[in-house]
């Protein structure tokens, strides 16, 4: 939101869309794709996560993920312009979208 201090912002924040790679620890090597969605009548939050995330480039070079959402729910996942991953919303997200 406007006025947010970056310098703030910690792995305690709240998010909405999370995406990018994740190398954060043993057994973690992914590109992470994950939707938060709070109720408007019941407040609770739901995360919805990509099920088979692709991997993340082994690389020291710079890289770029690029996340694409089509207005028919489908999703792209690009890896220095190359597609790595082509799902769905509503049949490839643990749970669904509906």
Same mark, same amino acid.
């Given at each position: 939101?406007?006025?947010?201090?970056?310098?703030?912002?910690?792995?305690?924040?709240?998010?909405?869309?999370?995406?990018?790679?994740?190398?954060?620890?043993?057994?973690?090597?992914?590109?992470?794709?994950?939707?938060?969605? #709070?109720?408007?009548?019941?407040?609770?939050?739901?995360?919805? #996560?990509?099920?088979?995330?692709?991997?993340?480039?082994?690389? #020291?070079?710079?890289?770029?993920?690029?996340?694409?959402?089509?207005?028919?729910?489908?999703?792209?996942?690009?890896?220095?312009?190359?597609?790595? #991953?082509?799902?769905?919303?509503?049949?490839?997200?643990?749970?669904?979208?509906?």
């Amino acid at each position: 939101p406007e006025g947010t201090d970056l310098r703030q912002v910690s792995d305690q924040t709240d998010y909405v869309l999370m995406f990018g790679p994740d190398r954060c620890g043993p057994g973690t090597d992914r590109i992470h794709f994950i939707l938060r969605h #709070r109720h408007p009548r019941t407040g609770r939050v739901t995360e919805h #996560r990509l099920v088979d995330p692709p991997a993340a480039k082994d690389t #020291r070079d710079a890289v770029l993920y690029t996340l694409i959402v089509h207005p028919d729910g489908g999703v792209e996942i690009f890896v220095d312009m190359n597609r790595v #991953r082509k799902a769905s919303l509503l049949t490839d997200l643990t749970p669904p979208i509906n």
